[in-house]
């Protein structure tokens, strides 16, 4: 019987009720797709940069600076790689660094030469799926952006100089030709990054055999497990330096932590919101009907069961407005996760963004589960205040009203 | 003629306000109303009626003296106390906009019994033989909106009623209803006094009403000037 004059009730005022529920359902609607767009925007920036060059975790000799290419050996690379294959690391390769400057047509730039493993480093990075001309990691040629090549002037088969310090010291300097050109959609990546295959960098640097990282891949969202997986296993060897994305891109990391907090905010702003319109819906009814209030605790009804009536009410209003709006808010996230928006002309140099311009919506259905909670729950208690209002008065107070 | 004493007004008086603001709605007063009475509370507005049917229905507390209901002083009750007592022997009947509008007849007279934790069956079986007593059979599903000002009352009786409480209040049943249906109201009302035994209390200034009474209680200023017995 509750249920069924809480309902009734709703459908007195049918305008009043549509424009609450309509306002509610706006609300969960966006915070629905903000969500969905900021789980889309997060795995972008970790895609990104997992796929351009970090990977999941990056394993080095100890006393390797995080993002500083430098000649450090890592010890025993084959060991390293026996304990890997034991976790959930799915894939993994050798690589050699070196900052080197470019030479070509009268030009030069500093760039950061990578000596990376043709048939494992695909399983770790994007960037042979980015090939814009020629082949990926031919042998005796190197492998640069296609920005590079345009600002010296060189397309493929052109020869250009490398200049670096080999593993002894001394400077080296010999023409490559061109045999590969990439283009990822971070264009100021291109532009600083060479790839050349592993024995040739390891022959070039005078530095056979030298391997100063390895590079490995995860699950989504499991590379900090993968990474403490392999701390684990390699506990007590302090020869290395292990560490997960977030640690070499921190920046990227308090990013996401900090989208994660202003989106936390947001969805505050909206409850309250929700919770102030529905206390002033629920307000009015309330006031509306204190005369029937006054009937039905006369009659013999109890307070707890008025309270619960209107907190029913008040319950009803949160559901339908949270049916509605998740349903608007799943058709809109099914649209922006097809589609995505095209972000090219604000992202074109955002290294977030490395491997696509198009955001798009990842609906992440915990999070429309907990949507949905808490706006039944904003709604139910926000029916309190009002229905401790109802209750409160005395029966002849209330059959005097109105 | 009276078969025990139902209802006892101890010097029971009620105002509203203090000091200057303060408004004496009824007089210290001694009544006693016993089972299967047939009153009618008369007066002029103002005159303090509808406030005498309060403390005598325990919708609400004298500032002094004390009511009595089968020996139990409201005064000494809790909220909840004298909201049980009121359910298991009071039913309304209130001048107007007496029923609930998002339900049906029969869900207004359910509703009485549901509050009182009657079954389901009970409860349809025992609406259905009120709504049958005020006359409104086949209007049993129409909703308040739906029915004339007197077949509300009706429903508001049949509701009343149907729960079997031994004391129905109601104040000025017949306000908003032509002198037909008011009268027709009366007697039905009479008839069930004499039918279930009930004790019925009603307050009205209409010459009609009080000449069916058996018992009529004068009201002035908040004070019972005549108690005249038929």
Known sequence: MILRIALRNLLRNRRRTLYTISAVAFGLLCLIVFQ?????????????????????????????EANIASLLPLPEPQVVEEFLGKTSVTAYARR??????????????????????????????????NMVAGDYLAPGGLLIGENLANSLGVGLGDDVALMVEGWTGAPFIRKFPVKGIYRTALATFDLGHVFMPLPQAQEFLRADGVVTELVAASEAGGELSAANEVRE??????????????????DV??????????????????????????????????????HEI???????????????????????????????????????????????????SLTSSNQYFAQSHILKSHLILSDLGWANLLTVTTATLAGIFPALKAVRMEVVEALNHG | MGKGALLNLDGAARFYGEGENRVDALLSTDLTVEEGEFICVAGPSGSGKTTLLNLSGLLDLPSSGRVLVLGRDSGALSKGARASLRRELVGFVFQAHNLLPVLTARENVE????????????????????????????????FPRELSGGEQ??????????????LVIADEPTANLDSVTGKALMSLLYELKEREGMTFIFSSHDPMVMECAERVITLHDGSIVKDNTK
């Open chain 1, 36 to 64: 969905a767009l900021k789980v889309g925007l997060h795995e972008q920036m970790v895609r990104s940069t997992v796929g351009l060059d970090a990977g999941a975790l990056q394993i080095h000799a100890k006393g390797h």
């Open chain 1, 96 to 129: 050699i660094k070196s900052p080197a400057l470019l030479i070509a047509n009268a030009k030069s730039t500093a760039v950061l030469l990578s000596g990376v493993e043709r048939v494992r480093e695909p399983s770790v990075t994007f960037i042979s799926e």
């Open chain 1, 233 to 250: 296993k390699l506990n007590g060897d302090d020869r290395y330096s292990i560490r997960y994305w977030g640690e070499i891109a921190p």
């Open chain 1, 253 to 290: 990391k308090q990013l996401i932590d900090l989208n994660d907090s202003t989106m936390a905010l947001l969805i505050i702003i909206v409850y309250l919101i929700v919770a102030v319109g529905i206390v002033n819906t629920m307000s009015m009814a309330v006031y509306e009907r204190f």
């Open chain 1, 294 to 344: 006054g009937i039905q605790l006369a009659v013999g009804d109890t307070p707890r069961s008025i309270f619960l009536m209107i907190l029913t009410e008040s319950a009803l209003l949160g559901l339908i407005a949270s049916i509605l709006g998740s349903l608007m808010g799943w058709l809109a996230c099914l649209y922006l996760g097809k589609y995505g928006v095209d972000l090219t």
């Open chain 2, 111 to 142: 509703y009485s019994m549901l509050v009182r934790g009657l079954g389901a069956k009970e409860r349809s079986e025992r609406a259905q033989s009120a709504l049958t007593s005020v006359g409104l059979l086949g209007k049993e599903d129409k």
């Open chain 2, 153 to 166: 009352q009706r429903v508001a009786v049949a509701r009343a009623i149907a729960p079997g409480t031994p």
